[in-house]
């Protein structure tokens, strides 16, 4: 183990990305959300992926933006601090688009923090065959200051075992960091309340955005006669308006039913058995701009 590698690499990107998708095929575990919204990720969650001949611990942070409310204030405050005392940081972009003023804007502040990062092509998938040198050209001409560059595909899997290569060359020899079947070091109500929020996102889309929070009230064992044990998951979820509530219920409570299906379906994956999952909703105006709800609900901020 004398030339083992542990290090700590934080992905930074722009909203929707692709981030989250990459974290979790890198780590080869679904541990946080994804959705087609932008803007999913809000807490910094760390991916732990273990090889034979290194450790690297992803830290996830939500997409830098321009805040509309203290809650975006304080994601973007805590991306861009995410980048303090890692290794390195792979700026991911989604390379089906040209690049843009938020890439040189995201440029210009990884070089002000005199940071080392690697530039991740994602989405090079979507990339027509005939533009793919062309649009290489236009990134390296914008990241002329990056280390290294790779193209990936997040969903496909393309591109990202060389990518792991070329993070290890970028991290320094040390002991593993956590144990070896270790691959998120997030509380398990964090991962449940996530996994509930990301099926409201899927299934509302833009009619119930970014103003939806989900607490987990409580998590219990239960053990029933026959002897097999299940997991009791209460939780609340939280919105700004009654008009937010209602397409959430849905008619007859369709739509509630819908996403409390499918997220435990994933909570069963995550806690290794049968869940039993009842859902809330609760209207509580603004709460995105009240600092003790914030606090209330876990979004860490120096206030």
Known sequence: M???????????????????????????????????VAQTTRNKLKGILTTKIGQIIFVDTPGVHKPHHLLGEILVKNAKSAINGVDVVILVIDSSVEPGRGDEYLKDFLVASKTEFIVVLNKWDLVNKAFKNLRLDQYKKVFRTSKSFQTVSATEGDGCSKLVDIILNFLPK??????????????????????????????????????????IEKIKEIKRNNGKIFTAILATIIVERTSQKAILIGKKGSML??????????MKKLVNGNVHLELFVKVIPNWRKKESKLIELGYEGDF
């Open 174 to 215: 040390g002991p593993m960091l956590y144990e070896e079947d270790t691959i998120c070091d997030q509380p398990l109500d964090n991962l449940l309340s996530d996994l509930v929020r990301e099926q409201v996102l899927i299934n509302t889309r833009e009619e119930v955005p970014h103003s939806v929070a989900v607490k």
């Open 2 to 36: 004398d030339n083992y590698k542990s290090g700590f690499v934080t992905l930074l990107g722009r909203p929707n990305v692709g981030k989250s998708t990459l974290i979790n095929k890198l780590v080869g575990e679904k541990i946080t959300i994804t959705s087609p």
């Open 257 to 266: 039913k819908t996403i409390g299906q499918t997220a435990r379906s994933n």
